[in-house]
């Protein structure tokens, strides 16, 4: 993953996370996420 910004450094206990340009992968329940290869599995 790519990450040009994040405001991890600045957040408050209250305040929401800022990510630009990073890649999300919503998987259902069964499926699998290769961290090593940082890709997911199809079985």
């Known amino acids: 993953m790519v990450q040009e ?3 991890v450094d ?3 206990k ?3 996370l800022a990510l630009c340009n ?3 992968h919503i ?3 069964g499926y699998k ?4 290869k940082r890709q997911p ?3």
């Open 22 to 24: 990073a890649t999300l």
């Open 27 to 29: 998987l259902p329940h």
């Open 10 to 12: 600045e957040l408050l």
């Open 33 to 36: 996420f290769d961290l090593e």
């Open 14 to 16: 209250d305040e929401l």
């Open 5 to 7: 910004h994040n405001n």
């Open 41 to 43: 599995v199809f079985e």
